[in-house]
């Protein structure tokens, strides 16, 4: 007549699918808090006409950097500076996840967040007058390894200029 109400929490399958689909829940939420708790970093910009180095980390690659784990070539142009600066944000407007989050003449600065868990990246892009190129900078603002995902962005976003 009534329903039966079960005394305890399911089967032991219940509870393995139960913690099958929390348990991937609740680290995205501790990751979440975890982005929150690491603000947009002070030594973002050029500062006294360079970008910040990369710290010892492997998270991190700078076209300003000396050595070959953090080293990466900067963005070579043949166009105006003005044009070359158009192209690059519509490339960086059709990059997944990227948001443009300051636009200068010199200057560029995009964070990037990764498809599963948020984590930003921070890109940032540097024309210098008296050149033509574009210095990169691209570093993760959490973790140590990146697994090469800023090296390889860069990349792809050298390969969509076609330069």
Avoid at 22 to 44: F, G, S
Avoid at 86 to 100: D, G, Q, T, W
Avoid at 140 to 150: A, H, K, M, Q, T
Wanted: with cysteine; hydrophobic share 40%; charged share 30%.
């Amino acid at each position: 007549m009534f329903p039966m109400i079960p005394t305890k929490f399911g089967s032991d399958r219940s509870r393995q699918l139960f913690l099958i689909l929390a348990l991937p829940i609740l680290v995205m939420v501790i990751l979440r808090i975890a982005n929150a708790l690491y603000p947009r970093p002070k030594t973002l910009g050029a500062q006294a006409g360079r970008l910040a180095p990369c710290t010892d980390r492997p998270n991190c690659v700078c076209s300003q950097n000396d050595d070959s784990e953090h080293s990466i070539e900067p963005l070579h142009f043949k166009e105006t500076r003005e044009d070359a600066r158009r192209r690059l944000i519509e490339v960086l407007s059709e990059l997944p996840r990227a948001r443009i989050v300051t636009q200068q003449p010199d200057y560029l600065h995009v964070e990037c967040g990764s498809l599963v868990f948020g984590f930003v990246d921070d890109v940032e892009f540097q024309f210098r007058d008296d050149e033509s190129l574009i210095h990169v900078r691209s570093a993760s603002r959490i973790g140590y390894s990146d697994l090469g995902v800023n090296r390889k962005r860069v990349e792809l976003i050298r390969d969509r200029l076609g330069w």
